[in-house]
Every structure is written in C-alpha cells, then in structure tokens.
C-alpha cells in the first residue's frame, strides 16, 4: 500500500514540475521579485509601486518610489535616475522614464514606464539624496 | 484503511487531472505556455482603440465621414490624380503592393498597411511622427506623394469641404490659396515667408484639422480575423478547433517556432503582432551609401514638428504626451532602426521591409536566420540555426495571420 502511495506522490510531484517547467522555463526560477528591498551598498531602503497595478503591455504607466534609511525614516530631497531593460534580450526600456514629481515624506513618482515585450525586466534605480547615491535593481515580470 | 483509501483517491484524481489538461492541451499541439502567448496574439486581447486627446474630433461621427471622403480626395494633389488611397487601397490591406510608391513621384520607402493603426503609438517606418493626424500631413505636402502644399490644402477644403469643415471646427477664414509652404519648394518658401503670422497660423489650424478628420475615419480601420485568431478563441473556448478555425500540424508547428526557437514575439507581439518599438535588424540599404538611418534621425524630427502632441495644434494637455515627453533617445540603438510592422496579413502583401527589399516570405525567414550584420549600426539579430523543416513550418504560420 506505501509503495503506490510513494508512487502516486512521486507522480503528482512530477506532473506539477513539469509543467512548471513548460510554463515558467524563460524566467530564473530564484529571481527576487520583492519590491521592498535594501539599495546595493545599504544606504536605503526602497520600494517600488505601481499606480495602476493593472497596467498592461505597451501603455505609459507610473510608478511610485518610496525611500527611507535603513531604520525606515523617510528620505526628503532625494534625485533619482531611471534605466533598466531586459537581461535576457540585452536591450533598455522602449522609453525615458523621469522622476516628475517629489510627493513628500520619502515618496517619488517616476513617469514613462513602458514594457514592449512579455517577461523578465530589471528597473534601475540610481539615487542620489545629498552626499549619498546608491542603487538598486528591481526585477518584473510583465505577463 | 478507509483514510488512505480516501486519500488515494484524491491524489489519484488529482494525477488524472493534471494529466489530462496536459494531453488534452498536447493533443490541440500547445502546452499552457503556448496556449498563453497564443492568446496575447489574438484578437481577443485586442483593445479598444486608445483615446487621442490630441485630436478633439478623434471619434466624432462627422469628423470619420469627412475623414473618409479626403482619404479618398484626388483633388488634395498637385496632378489632381492622388490621393490617400492611391498607394492605400482598401481592397490590398490599405497598401499598394509595391517595392516604392508611385504618387507625384516615387517614394523612398514601402507604403505601409492601416488596419489597427489607430493602436499605433508612433508613425512611419521611423516614427518621426506621434499622431495618426499629425501623420496625414506629411504625404499632403511630400513632393513625391500628394505634391501639393498646405494653403492650397486650406484653400481646397473651403472651396469643397467648407459645409461639412465649418460644422466640425468653426468658420473658414478668407484664404489666400497660392501655393505656399514652409517646406515646399523655393518659391512656395518665399511665398510661406511673405504671409503675416496670422496668416500662417490660419492655414496651419485648417491644415492640421483636416488631418484630425482623416486620422478620426482611420481609427475606424480595425484589424480583420484571421485563422489563428479563430483557433485560439476555439481553444480558450475549451473545444477542439475544427473547420475554419482549425490548423494544420504545420502551422501549429510553425507557431512554437515563432513564439520560441525564432524568438519571433520578441518584437512581433501583442495582437496587433507589433511591440510598437524600432530595431535595426540589418535589413540590407537599397542605396549605397546608405542615405536612410531610420529613427536615429526621426528623433529630432518629431521633436521639433510643431504639429506635435505638444505643439500650438494639439488639443492634449502636455500631461497627456506621454509617448513624446517620455521618448527614448537611446541614440546607438537606433541608427537604421525601423518600427516592428504588424504580420496580419503579411503574406498577402510582398514585398516586405521599408523598402520593399525582400521580394518573398522564404527570403525574409532566410534573412532571420542568418542574421547578417547590418551596414550601418547594429542588427539585434543573432542566427537561428533553423531546419529545412523548421523553416517551411514558420513559413506556415506566417500564411496564417
């Protein structure tokens, strides 16, 4: 009875691999895909927002970038420069995304978000706030 | 004994489930992931098409009848022989089947088709324009396609279109029509020149408002059903995909390479089979020295087009430019870059590229597979590797759209 038990499960196990594995197979299995992360060097903590969570492919949306120290008080006064593209195609972003608007306690707004193709985009962060810039890489995945 | 007795049934069940979407899938040829990519091809992601708060008439009744008739107006040309449908025949995907059009002159770059163009967030090859409206001038005032100049644009609506002109946008004023432009020929330069800025702004706003009415009647050219559009809903809709709306194991073969070996819907996506973005895939130049650089140069020019989103002419707020203000000027990546056109219905409209330089649809896969380097910039392309097989799959597929 334990043996066709361990073979059922062996089975099921194998069906939902597989196709995970069918579906997911062009994007790394262990990207980090959180959107409240620490900047390279530690200086900040960010988190990435979008406005509409519904934006869809080939549409202009914004985003909302929150910055705080690592102890969680917010960042005033802060720049931030925007790159970012696809690491699997080695190409940008089809657009120049800016920060337009400063929006008060450690919150940005970024403009001019644009994502062409389905899949695996990286959005780069640059930020200066006084003496300090570091930076952070934040991982999407457009459907 | 009755708990694992349950147990192993509901793992059983469960087994057989999964087993069964899986070959059930398999057994229409595509696996979930397919099925999905399948689906964003489809008409049925298609949107409505987007609002175009430059252009205030964009869905207004009137302004598509207006639009419809100067699409077709030969009168809007130096020969009075040209118009719009001239080198955008209805009846041929709104193009004309040749390498170079033939208007006054010949073109130096393929008419493209228009169905779904309303969707389009840039236009031309190059995109040096950003509004369906702003778009229609340029052929109006090109020496090679409709040769005339944009007072004698004015002139021709007022003395034709004036009922149907004034009921959409306000009265004519009086207009001088002697052919003048800023970017006509020398005389009609100085004749451009020797107007009031009055003047000038007048013409310019029947000028630009003539192009809102064609822009609004080509909103109205929505893409047609193809056969994979009706093999996909036949999926979704949970049944096998029989008569219209079945494939051959060919064409299905050929979509797996399209949405992957041939990584094809990495640039041809979404529904309308377009990222609405510019590559340089190192289509060969028909001129040598290459005299075309595609969106390197169209850059500056929609910039400084004063019939821009932003310009005195649009009727957006600047906050709703966003496609303009937010423009990517990553100037390596597009020196003989051109837009990714849409595939519906491609294979019925050789010749292919902007300039027509690929003569058949087996030349244009030869071209994706070998993937040559571009002569001047850089191909994103790498080689495919693709078999005698693989090809006449794809091949396939692409008779399909």
Known sequence: ?143 | MIRPLALGAVIGLAVSGAMATYFYLQSNGLNEAELETARTLSLATLRAVPADPSNMVADNPAAIALGEALFNEVGLSANGAVSCATCHVESRQFQDDLALSKGIGTTSRRAMPLRGVGHALWLFWDGRKDSLWAQALGPLESAVEHGFTRSEVAGYIAAHYREPYENLFGPLPAQNTNPASPLGTAAQQAAWAALSAEQQDQINRIFANTGKAIAAFERTLLPLENRFDRYVSALLAGQAPTGEAALTQLEIDGFKIFAGKGACVNCHNGPRLTDEFFHNTGVASPQNPVVDFGRLEALAQVEADEFNCLGPYSDAAPAQCGTLRFMSRGEHLFERAFKSPSLRGVADRPPYMHAGQLATLPLVIEHYNRAMPSISGHTELEPLGLTTEEKAALLAFLKVL
Do not use: C
């Not at chain 1, 062996?10 to 959107?35: E, G, H, R, S, Y």
């Not at chain 1, 972003?93 to 929006?103: A, C, R, Y």
């Open chain 1, 1 to 143: 009875m334990k043996k066709i038990f361990a073979i059922l499960g062996i089975l099921v196990l194998a069906a939902a691999a597989f196709v995970a594995f069918k579906m997911f197979q062009p994007i790394p299995d262990d990207l980090d895909l959180a959107t409240t992360r620490a900047t390279d060097n530690g200086h900040f903590m960010v988190t990435v927002s979008p406005e509409n969570a519904a934006y869809q492919r080939n549409t202009l949306h914004t985003w909302i970038v929150e910055i705080t120290t690592p102890d969680g008080a917010p960042i005033e006064g802060g720049e931030i420069l925007i790159d970012g593209g696809m690491p699997q195609h080695g190409h940008g972003l089809p657009t120049n995304p800016l920060m337009t608007e400063t929006l008060g306690e450690g919150r940005y707004k970024i403009e001019g978000v644009r994502f062409n193709m389905r899949g695996w985009w990286e959005l780069k962060l640059a930020i200066v706030a006084g003496e300090i810039s570091d930076n952070i890489t934040f991982n999407l995945v457009m459907k």
